[in-house]
């Protein structure tokens, strides 16, 4: 992280990969015939089963669990249809950057 905090072009990267991670789950529900709740909710207990298994493995864990969180947020949401799955979507993202925004290292007193 940079002395200051992050800024919106890492902000912007990391939304993007959440989108796109979305995107992805929206054509794997068409494939497998699941609501998006549905493959949601696959999703979670899978990351779920992969964080238990690779309990070392704290990279992976974590970003496992920022793709997790993103797709709890949109649980609560319990949109159907693609349109409105994105634009739920679109605004989930865009509170985590701001969330993401807000985050600032305190100044270090010598």
Known sequence: ???SGF???QSTKLTGF???CLEDLILEASKK???YNEAMKQEIQN???IQT???ESHFENHLLEVVKFFY???LKLETSSTSSLKESGRKVLNNLSDKILDIHVPEIKK
């Open 1 to 3: 992280m940079p002395p």
């Open 33 to 35: 015939e699941l609501s």
């Open 47 to 49: 990351i779920d089963t």
């Open 7 to 9: 800024n919106s072009k």
């Open 72 to 74: 709890q947020e949109l």
């Open 53 to 55: 298994a690779n309990r």
């Open 18 to 20: 959440l989108y796109l």
